[in-house]
């Protein structure tokens, strides 16, 4: 119960930043990748202060404890291989953010404030990853 | 469509994304990435599925209930609902195939200095950059 509350306290303030930030607006998100049209680099400070606040942070706490307050360790990534799968999908992934103006970051607290056509992105989107889950289970043959 | 530049309101909302990654990270010891937290949706079978649905909820009722107290966010989606359809399609796929996005990779795992997530980063942010150019000027820029 209490990871469920302190995910729910962490998402609230995730939300709130995403909507105060200017993420979950899909415009602003697009002109900040229009340098030669009508730039707005805001984009820059939101990244900017999530990545070192978030670097910081981690620093931090990684050097003061051995473990998390509500588990038994910290639950970091292993997968360490640059692969096709990373590469492509990431690619994949900028061509519909170019597209659309969303990332799933920044398109699930619009919702709380823009339920229309958020949803119509959040749906295609959790159509996209179904489709792509399904895929990766097929039996493996070679494609590439 | 011109947006108005915020630096202050953006560092601002950046450093409150970079909080709740330390938060979730701190206190649940796991990666604030939206593409993980939309798994616990897709399988509410797994054993993680609770506290990614309390991230989610939680991220929703932020700005729904700042609205219900008079707070306004500017929005504009300049695509038609069939191109914003198409961009999700194709962001659910890129994003399951690179494992993270913009939250995940871009902001956990660059904080953390992963090679992989600086590699994606990069490449996503390239080619969001290469899609918006051709969208907007053509392909002679």
Redesign the interface.
């Known amino acids: 119960m209490?990871?469920?509350?302190?995910?729910?306290?962490?998402?609230?303030?995730?939300?709130?930043?995403?909507?105060?930030?200017?993420?979950?607006?899909?415009?602003?998100v697009?002109?900040f990748?229009?340098p030669?049209?009508?730039w707005?680099?805001?984009?820059a400070?939101?990244?900017?202060?999530?990545?070192?606040?978030?670097?910081l942070?981690?620093r931090l706490?990684f050097g003061r404890?051995q473990?998390?307050?509500?588990?038994t360790?910290?639950?970091?990534?292993t997968?360490?291989?640059?692969d096709a799968?990373?590469?492509?999908?990431?690619?994949?992934?900028?061509?519909?953010?170019?597209?659309?103006?969303?990332?799933?970051?920044?398109a699930?607290?619009?919702?709380?404030?823009?339920p229309w056509?958020t949803a119509?992105?959040?749906?295609?989107?959790?159509?996209?990853?179904?489709?792509?889950?399904w895929l990766?289970a097929l039996p493996r043959r070679q494609i590439a | 469509m011109t947006t108005t530049f915020t630096p202050y309101a953006s560092l601002f909302g950046g450093v409150l994304i970079g909080l709740a990654a330390v938060i979730l990270m701190a206190f649940n010891g796991r990666i604030a990435g939206m593409t993980a937290m939309l798994g616990g949706l897709l399988e509410p079978q797994h054993p993680d599925a609770p506290w990614r649905i309390a991230f989610l909820a939680g991220a929703i009722a932020a700005p729904f209930a700042a609205t219900l107290l008079g707070a306004e966010f500017s929005f504009a989606s300049p695509t038609t609902g069939a191109v914003l359809a198409l961009g999700g399609v194709i962001v659910g796929v890129g994003v399951t195939y690179a494992s993270g996005c913009t939250s995940g990779h871009g902001v956990c795992g660059i904080a953390r200095l992963s090679p992989r997530s600086i590699v994606a980063t990069a490449t996503f942010m390239a080619t969001t950059f290469a899609t918006v150019t051709i969208i907007r000027h053509g392909f002679g820029g």
Do not use: E
């Open positions: 209490k990871r469920i509350l302190s995910a729910l306290a962490a998402g609230t303030i995730f939300g709130a930043g995403i909507a105060i930030s200017g993420m979950g607006n899909p415009a602003k697009l002109n990748f229009d030669f049209g009508t707005d680099p805001s984009l400070f939101v990244m900017g202060g999530a990545l070192l606040t978030a670097a942070g981690y706490l404890r473990t998390p307050l509500f588990d360790k910290f639950h970091l990534p997968a360490r291989t640059i799968k990373l590469v492509g999908g990431s690619a994949l992934f900028g061509i519909g953010w170019g597209i659309a103006g969303f990332c799933p970051g920044g699930v607290p619009a919702l709380g404030f823009a056509p119509l992105f959040l749906i295609a989107m959790g159509g996209g990853i179904l489709f792509a889950r990766q």
